[in-house]
């Protein structure tokens, strides 16, 4: 099997991983009250989408000090949306089913970050 080289952040399996997320928070905080819509429905449809978008972001930089920037900031957005799904469940939003399915996904994305910035460093030693 050949590598492809990688053209774009979308590409990043981290990236895909990140997007497949997004679309699963949109899909559970449909079934949100609607008196949260500008509330926590949109704190945790903004942390989601800030993972990808600061990847992408990153990607897009030249240098890899300043690449790792916004792949930290990926990974602060991603420990902000366990939080509020933290919340979500204890004030009864979400299901077990629906928290543990996007918390599998959360700590999955969470995991390919951690191992995508731990690659990208190895660039500034070399």
Known sequence: M?????????????????????????KITNNFPQSEVYGLTNQIRRSA??????????????GYKEKLQFYYLSLGSISELRNQILIARDIGYLSKEDFDMILGQINSTHKLLNLFISKTKTFLTS
């Open 2 to 26: 050949s590598k492809n080289k990688i053209q774009s952040f979308e590409d990043l399996i981290v990236w895909q991983e990140g997007h497949k997320l997004i679309i699963s928070v949109y």
């Open 49 to 62: 989408v800030s993972v990808t978008s600061n990847i992408a972001e990153g990607f897009g930089r030249k």
